[in-house]
């Protein structure tokens, strides 16, 4: 999805200037000039609907689109670090976003605080810290997508968390090659002199050997590595009764020098158009610390030049991250602009994780073009604030517009937002319709689904809250700590400290207690 970084902190401020009557009457009516209402279910899930002219339950409209057109540009007033009871009111209550499964930023995050560093708050994406960890969300029978919403108040005055859950349905277990389609994967791997590192070209390495005896027999590998230079070291090549032909050419990888990674990306999906299989599953995967000196290094001119393999052939980019000294801003907006994902590996388990756990998630696909969009309730909501997204909004009335690009998504696959809410105090009833379309992977025929949220269904604390949801909140707000834009309700590193360990305790989840050493780390950085 090709759209340009807002500032961090976006929050819409709404004041109240008229009876709460007005106030709906008017949204009713702006929505109602779109001519595109869709009928709401329940929170957890609910049926496709694309129909017209309908609301919910509650009579609040569910996401619409508006008919004056696109609003975003009004959203930039806040300064980074601004107090969020000084930012002027926003035309509407819509927030629309394209889905996004990265984890890169947290990952690499870890990997600079474990080396008694910051990272640089530019790195830092909300989002992908909260997405880094497992929910349990109900998933769909199908393909598409569950809805669940669901929220707890803070200890900010009137402030609360409100989260919108989308999953779609579990990845296929086994080896049959039944359960998903082959597919055709191109790895273009740097081989610059700084990937000699410790860490970078040998963990790939370790990483391509361990994933290369894991796929199914009808899948098909390619290598192309770039230094200065990229050369296609394997042709798209069969696996079955060729693994040892790709573990051959994988460890003849060695460092050369300078890194000109236009040129591997522009090479690698040369050699994948060249090995197109009918029915095949296309992805380049590109492994690389980002730090690109030679050549094209600018992410839009790049995929520019391979702009007709990406629309014509729908070959799509997934960026796996390597190395302390790393080149997020280049990776993240490539992998962004290449309808992909990005990843980061600092170790052995991180390796695991992206190229057996993930990988096999980004192959197969349950959803195209997905995007979302949270319709609140004036009546209950003064203000609120999508955390994280930035390099993910969309126009509000581009939400059902499906020639603009949303996220690629695959089974087993979990998508967070989480959202600052303020309620208008005493106030009770609907809050928020969270909504998802998406276009079916094969058919390109579009879908939605939703789930709305109460003001009474709102825990009463974080502590209330389910342990995945407090989790999710401790990485929003240690993110929020990281990039110092003043999140609501935020208790500071000690707090997420002590909380982070106990839930570690609690869910005796490995992530989780990673998380708390984390924080830790960032608090000796202080």
């Known amino acids: 999805m090709e759209t340009d970084r807002t500032r961090p902190g976006q929050e819409y401020a ?260 060249e090995g197109l299989r009918e029915g095949a599953t296309k992805r380049v995967v590109l492994i690389s610390d980002g730090l690109a000196n030679t050549g094209d290094t600018k992410p839009d001119s790049i995929l520019d030049r391979i702009a007709h393999e990406r629309r014509d052939h729908g070959i799509t980019l997934f960026g796996v991250g390597v190395g302390s000294d790393y080149g997020d801003a280049l990776m993240e907006k490539l992998a962004d602009k290449g309808d992909g994902h990005t990843a980061y590996v600092a170790d052995d388990a991180d390796a695991h994780k992206v190229f057996v756990d993930q990988l096999p998630q980004n192959i197969d696909l349950t959803a195209r073009d997905a995007k979302a969009q949270v319709a609140f309730d004036p009546e209950t909501v003064e203000r609120f604030r999508l955390i994280g997204y930035e390099d993910r909004k969309v126009a509000d009335h581009d939400f059902r517009n499906d020639k603009v690009d949303g996220g690629e998504i695959g089974p087993g696959h979990t998508v967070t937002a989480l959202y600052a809410v303020r309620t208008r105090p005493g106030a009770e009833g609907h809050l928020a319709t969270a909504s998802v379309r998406w276009l079916d992977p094969n058919t390109r025929a579009p879908h939605e689904e939703s789930g709305q949220l109460e003001t009474g269904a709102l825990h009463d604390s974080l502590g209330s809250a389910p342990a995945t949801f407090q989790v999710d909140a401790v990485a929003a707000y240690f993110a929020d700590t990281l990039r110092s834009t003043e999140l609501p309700g935020n208790p500071g590193l000690t707090e997420l400290g002590t909380r982070a360990h106990t839930l570690a305790k609690e869910t005796e989840d490995k992530d989780v207690r990673q998380l708390a050493e984390a924080i830790d780390e960032a608090r000796r950085t202080d």
């Open 14 to 273: 709404h004041h109240r200037t008229r009876k709460p009557r007005r106030l709906r009457a008017t949204l009713l009516a702006l929505t109602a000039a779109g001519g595109l209402l869709l009928t709401a279910c329940g929170a957890g899930g609910g049926s496709d609907s694309n129909t017209s002219n309908a609301t919910d339950r509650t009579g609040f409209p569910a996401p619409a689109i508006p008919s004056g057109g696109d609003h975003s540009g009004e959203r930039d007033g806040e300064q980074t670090g601004t107090p969020a009871d000084k930012v002027a009111p926003p035309p509407d209550y819509l927030s629309t976003f394209a889905l996004d499964v990265d984890t890169a930023s947290y990952g690499y995050a870890r990997r600079a605080l474990a080396d008694g560093r910051r990272p640089d708050p530019s790195t830092i994406r909300p989002e992908e810290f909260v997405n880094s960890f497992r929910q349990d969300y109900d998933r769909p029978h199908g393909n598409g997508f569950t809805v669940t919403v669901d929220g707890a108040r803070t200890d900010r005055s009137d402030w609360s968390l409100v989260r919108v859950g989308l999953a779609t349905r579990p990845q296929s277990g086994g080896t049959s090659t039944a359960e998903r389609p082959p597919a055709a994967l191109t790895f273009v791997i740097d081989v610059s002199g700084s990937m000699s590192e410790p860490g970078r070209l040998d963990l790939a390495k370790k990483s391509l050997d361990e994933m290369t005896d894991r796929l199914h027999d009808d899948d098909s590998v390619a290598l192309v590595t770039f230094s200065d230079e990229a050369e296609t070291v394997l042709p798209m090549t069969r696996l079955g009764g060729h693994r040892g032909q790709v573990h051959n050419a994988v460890d003849e990888l060695e460092t050369q020098s300078s890194t000109n990674l236009g040129a591997g990306v522009e090479t690698g999906y040369a050699t994948a158009t």
